[in-house]
């Protein structure tokens, strides 16, 4: 199993950023995805995920803010993240049917 997320980087306060991960050697589609952040000697925290039905949740801090989709088809998840804040800098993470790929850094200026 591969999951190659993308699209992290520095952005300015009130900024947004997409982020993408492409998985590949599972079937992507009916599994439980989502999105974690984690930072350097913590627990990753969940942002935002699908459940098997497809129903999606979020962290309190980012309701409003960030937006969970996918491409069943490309086997891609997204994660729209607008009105960024400093606090949302963080190492972000993909997680599809249990596997988790490497994360893609998100660095937001005040």
């Known amino acids: 199993v591969q999951l190659q997320a993308s699209g992290g980087g520095l952005v300015r306060a009130g900024g947004s950023l997409r982020l993408s991960c492409e998985a590949s050697g599972i079937i992507f589609s009916g599994n439980v995805m989502g999105w974690y952040r984690q930072a350097p000697g913590k627990q990753p925290d969940l942002v935002a995920s699908?459940?098997?039905?497809?129903?999606?949740d979020y962290a309190d801090s980012v309701k409003g803010r960030f937006t969970i989709s996918r491409d069943n088809a490309k086997q891609t998840l997204y994660l729209d993240m607008d009105n960024l804040k400093s606090e949302d800098t963080d190492v972000y993470y993909c997680?599809?049917?249990?596997?988790r790929g490497r994360g893609t850094l998100v660095t937001v200026s005040s």
């Open positions: 997680s599809v049917g249990g596997h």
């Open positions: 699908f459940s098997h039905g497809g129903l999606t």
